[in-house]
């Protein structure tokens, strides 16, 4: 339970709403600032295993508990959870990204800056009298009948674990210190105190263990670091001064202390604030807020001393609600806009696949975005689940939007959407509807995984076109689109995603050129020119960009258990060029992809979304993720078996119970989850390893692609805030105007396996530019953008038509969610809106790369692009940042077209929207 304080004597259990799941058994818990944010923050400590072994013998039969597993609200997880606050009323958990989701047998928490350092540390006490949730212990509540539980444990030997203890380097990097801080005890502790026993200014700490003496552990930071301490003293009733916070200043750090002694497990710490300066010997203010509401500042402080501050005896000032900070961007209160829902059908591929690692029947939505009535403008289409038809949305204007009924959509409902692309398919002017069919929910080669293109009569509504297309029966991801040819329509990639039920075998990606003449649409499947495109990979999103600057538009293709490929354009003809690349060696979960000149140079650099660093899978060059596919048990049936290292030892990732399930001939060879924990994954499966497919990933960090000019690149991570949940859809543009461009990410997944459950930590983040390629991430306090379901992609789209575009999210089964940005003030930065009329058969100019130019403006380029991010298409405008409304300078623009050609125009003073027609 979570109680909020109402204000008034009342309290109210916020739990479902505010925290995104729980651990399995709650056990120990204590709050501090741990990312130093200056909020708030609380972990609370379960029972997870620190090695493999404690892991795999207390996981039990997942079997008989998954029904809980995935109904409880919210979630139950088995593992120690620790609940970041974002300053909107959401917790997020960040256990694994700072390495503390597991502990062992936990039961006190403490947390204390230890080392002095400005960071908060942990401090774990673990152990218990015997090993209750031992899962070879298979009894049941008639076992006992005549004989208590002790009865049956009281022979059993005692769980004697090691206490633990976890420096916090800053930026919530957490680094087990156990041993080198002689805090590794090996017993079974219970309850932990702390206070500064010695008077020396740090914290000492005191452990109660089972059947042994009370441990005092004395600190000697204060030796080699400056500190101050802060005693209170309050008003009648609260001599303590209890629930007060203190905030220390120092060294341009600031940092936040809550008065609460009783933390962790049956123990009390003592009421006095310890606070380590590092280095810094000044203090610019210590400022207290008591819990009457009084507020006190003193400034100019010397460290190294303990102050002793005193609560006013006057009346304290009445309360009054703060007022809310302005955000840059707000929700979008359309009603009709969020009647357009994706809907999904809960299909089980655990039963088809039990050694899955997540679910392929829920990677969508796709949505898109592009006039199709011819009233200038945008429409929607947001693809459906299996069992729902997509839907398009008519916009009426200032953003009311009316779904239109369609017998056409509804006949393939049965199959799965993911992504959808608008673009004039025949050459006649109007933007025609291409749909991917993906998912599982049928056989291999199924009629419902064919692709399908619906012609426009040019007023939005649809006809069926199956004749235009080669019969290709692929589960698919994306679809994006570009004249890569240069005969002046639009050729397509689609990329493969999966076969269904033989996960992960290589579906076949295709390239479809557009051969169609007016009137008469026809594509055909060109996929054998190109070495090494149909087998790219498990492909989950793409990109066409010219990425070395030749005026021929390039293909990017993101590959789960593989690399950003890369795909040059050779005058008509692609040819793979990854190895050169630089991205070859960089194998991970990619997602989804998106292009910006990023770092100020002219050519185009990219964003590509990974899984990131808060889920239990941690891939590095040393210790990659593996997945071996393969006959492991001689039924001549293929099964999933994920590895992990350990050390130097490499172990299955799944459990016994699991396992021995898809697997029953484990069962018979191992028979106790014993001897599955001492097993390594080649104890297990011996030689069949080595005749089975081995995939591999040792980046999951989502990631800044820097681009020489030539197509060689160079990796940087996006930073920690962004890989706290697995990123899908990217866009970026210049979203505050300040001339650099921006990130926007769409987080969450709900489709994992059900014993690592939702990856629901994000709320989905924007980043902003510098123009030198890094990004500042900026939480949702400060964006106004939050999004806590399953995104997938995020496109722009100028709903209203006012000149600023609305930010729109596509979430799995859930409706839209759109942002938008108030009216700027007036010295605000502008935005500049570019469109482009190319000619006939791609009039949107797709492919063509837009440089803009100007006095005091930092010079600035992208491109027009037919789908990008994931499953997404963005309206065709481009909006480029101007800077102080002041500088009305003209600016210059330079645009590339998608033949090759180009074009130079200038803009009027104050221009705020342009059309540049292709000459």
């Not at 029966?473 to 397509?492: K, M, N, P, Q, T």
């Not at 482009?836 to 992208?862: E, F, H, M, S, W």
Request: charge should be negative; aromatic fraction near 8%; glycine fraction near 12%.
């Amino acid at each position: 339970r979570l109680y909020r304080n109402n204000g008034n004597g009342t309290f109210t259990d916020v739990i479902r709403r505010a925290a995104p799941h729980t651990p399995w058994f709650s056990m120990g818990a204590d709050v501090a600032d741990l990312d130093g944010d200056g909020r708030t923050d609380l972990l609370i400590a379960d029972m997870a295993g620190t090695n493999h072994y404690r892991s795999k013998t207390t996981m039990g039969e997942i079997t008989s508990i998954r029904p809980f597993l995935l109904s409880a609200v919210p979630r139950q997880y088995m593992h120690n959870v620790l609940y970041l606050n974002n300053g909107v009323g959401k917790l997020a958990d960040g256990a694994f990204q700072a390495g503390l989701a597991n502990s062992d047998w936990t039961w006190a928490v403490k947390l204390q800056d230890f080392d002095l350092n400005g960071h908060v540390d942990a401090f774990f006490t673990n152990g218990v009298s015997r090993s209750f949730n031992n899962s070879d212990d298979q009894r049941s509540a008639s076992d006992y009948i005549g004989q208590t539980e002790w009865d049956y444990y009281e022979s059993h030997p005692p769980r004697k674990e090691e206490n633990l203890a976890f420096a916090n380097r800053g930026n919530l990097n957490f680094e087990n210190v156990s041993a080198e801080w002689g805090l590794d005890h090996l017993g079974m502790s219970y309850a932990a105190s702390t206070g500064d026993l010695d008077g020396d200014g740090d914290t000492d700490l005191i452990v109660a263990s089972l059947e042994e003496p009370v441990r005092i552990y004395r600190n000697n930071a204060a030796a080699s670091s400056h500190r101050v301490a802060v005693r209170l003293k309050g008003a009648a009733g609260n001599p303590q001064g209890l629930g007060a916070n203190v905030w220390v200043a120092s060294g341009g750090r600031l940092q936040k202390r809550g008065l609460q002694p009783a933390t962790g497990f049956l123990s009390s710490n003592q009421p006095v604030l310890q606070f380590g300066l590092g280095s810094s010997e000044k203090i610019e203010h210590i400022t207290v807020k008591w819990q009457r509401g009084h507020v006190q500042r003193f400034e100019n402080l010397v460290a190294g001393r303990t102050y002793l501050i005193e609560e006013p005896s006057s009346a304290p000032p009445a309360w009054t609600r703060p007022p809310r900070k302005p955000t840059r961007y707000a929700p979008v209160n359309s009603p009709s806009l969020r009647r357009i829902t994706h809907r999904e059908t809960v299909y089980d591929d655990f039963a088809r696949q039990p050694l899955l690692p997540y679910k392929h029947s829920q990677l969508g939505p796709g949505m898109a975005w592009h006039d199709v009535d011819g009233d200038g403008d945008a429409d929607c289409y947001l693809s459906g689940g299996a069992g729902h038809p997509g839907v398009i949305s008519l916009n009426e204007g200032n953003g009311v939007f009316r779904q239109i009924p369609s017998t056409v959509l509804a006949g393939h409902a049965d199959s799965e959407d993911l992504g959808a692309l608008f673009f004039d398919a025949n050459s006649d002017g109007t933007n025609d509807l291409y749909v991917v069919s993906g998912g599982v929910e049928c056989q291999p080669l199924s009629e419902l995984l064919k692709d399908r293109l619906y012609l426009n009569d040019g007023k939005g509504r649809f006809t069926h076109a199956p004749k235009a297309l080669p019969d290709l029966r692929d589960s698919g991801s994306c679809v994006v689109g570009a004249d890569y040819d240069r005969d002046g329509d639009i050729d397509l990639f689609v990329g493969g995603r999966v076969v269904p039920g033989a996960y992960p075998e290589t579906p076949s990606s295709r390239l479809l050129r557009n051969d169609s003449s007016a009137g008469n649409p026809a594509f055909s499947d060109q996929t054998d020119s190109v070495k090494g495109l149909q087998n790219a990979g498990l492909v989950s999103g793409a990109l066409w960009s010219d990425a070395n600057g030749d005026g021929w538009i390039d293909l990017l293709v993101c590959c789960e258990w593989g690399p950003v490929k890369i795909f040059l354009n050779k005058e008509g003809k692609l040819v793979e060029t990854t190895a050169q690349s630089g991205l070859a060696s960089y194998l991970g979960w990619w997602k989804g992809l998106a292009a910006s000149d990023l770092d100020g140079d002219g050519d185009l650099d990219y964003v590509a979304t990974n899984q990131g660093t808060n889920t239990p899978y941690q891939a590095s060059r040393k210790k990659p993720e593996l997945l071996f596919y393969g006959d492991f048990d001689g039924s001549g049936k293929k099964r999933i078996v994920e590895a992990k290292f350990e050390g130097q030892t490499c172990y299955p990732r799944r459990g016994f119970s699991c396992s021995s399930g898809a697997m029953p001939i484990l069962r018979k060879r191992l028979r106790t989850f014993e001897n599955f924990a001492r097993s390594t994954l080649g104890d297990l499966y011996g030689d069949l390893l080595s005749d089975s497919l081995r995939l591999e990933a040792n980046t999951l960090e989502s990631c800044i692609l820097l681009n020489d000019g030539k197509a060689r690149f160079t990796i940087r991570h996006l930073p920690r805030s962004a890989q706290f949940s697995p990123a899908q859809g990217v866009l970026l543009s210049d979203l505050d105007a300040d001339g650099f461009t921006d990130c926007l990410l769409a987080q969450n997944f709900f489709g994992a396996q059900p014993e690592i459950g939702l990856l629901d930590s994000g709320l989905s983040l924007l980043l902003h530019g510098d123009g030198k390629g890094n990004f500042l991430p900026s939480g949702p306090e400060k964006s106004g953008i939050g999004v806590p379901g399953a995104a997938t992609s995020i496109t722009t789209a100028d709903l209203n038509r006012d000149g600023r575009p609305e930010l729109v999210f596509a979430v799995n089964n859930a409706p839209v969610m759109a942002f938008s940005e108030p009216a700027p003030p007036e010295r605000s930065n502008r935005l500049l809106e570019i469109r482009l009329k190319g000619k006939k058969g791609n009039a949107a100019a797709v492919g063509a790369r837009i440089t803009v130019k100007g006095a005091g403006i930092p010079g600035q380029a992208c491109e027009v692009s037919a789908g990008s991010g994931y499953l997404g298409q963005s309206e065709a405008a481009r909006w480029f940042g101007l800077g102080p409304s002041e500088a009305e300078a003209r600016v210059q623009i330079e645009i590339r077209w998608p033949d090759g050609s180009s074009s130079k125009s200038v803009t009027t003073a104050g221009a705020r929207k342009i059309l540049i027609q292709q000459p």
